[in-house]
Nanobody
Framework: QVQLVESGGGLVQAGGSLRLSCAAS????????MGWYRQAPGKQLELVAG???????NYAESVKGRFTLSRDNAVNTVYLQMNSLKPEDTDVYYC???????????????WGQGTQVTVSA
């Protein structure tokens, strides 16, 4: 069984910082990509930051220069450092991981349970 465990959400004032963590555990052979999405009530899921095995990072335009994605392959964990937070960053943030489960190349995608980020004005 594979699990993604998220942590680090919370309430912060505008201009503040938070760091989200997402740790993947279980029978994992390797990681193709890990990233963060967010979704506000009534809105579509939005990619915030993504990271592929080639270390290429993609960021939503609205977070470029403020958010930084990093990954520690030794502990199968991805981090999202969020600085200069704005009220419009308020959302539930979800971790997503594309994993290779076996040496034969079986792959699957997993989602974390979501962590609330609330930025007050």
């Amino acid at each position: 069984q594979v699990q993604l465990v998220e942590s680090g959400g919370g309430l912060v004032q505008a201009g503040g910082s938070l760091r989200l963590s997402c740790a993947a555990s279980g029978n994992i052979f390797s990681i193709n990509a890990m990233g963060w999405y967010r979704q506000a009530p009534g809105k579509q899921l939005e990619l915030v930051a993504g990271n592929t095995s080639s270390s290429r990072r993609n960021y939503a335009e609205s977070v470029k220069g403020r958010f930084t994605l990093s990954r520690d392959n030794a502990v199968n964990t991805v981090y999202l450092q969020m600085n200069s937070l704005k009220p419009e960053d308020t959302d539930v943030y979800y971790c997503n991981a594309h994993l290779v489960l076996t040496m034969g190349g079986v792959q699957a995608s997993y989602w974390g349970q979501g962590t609330q980020v609330t930025v007050s004005a």
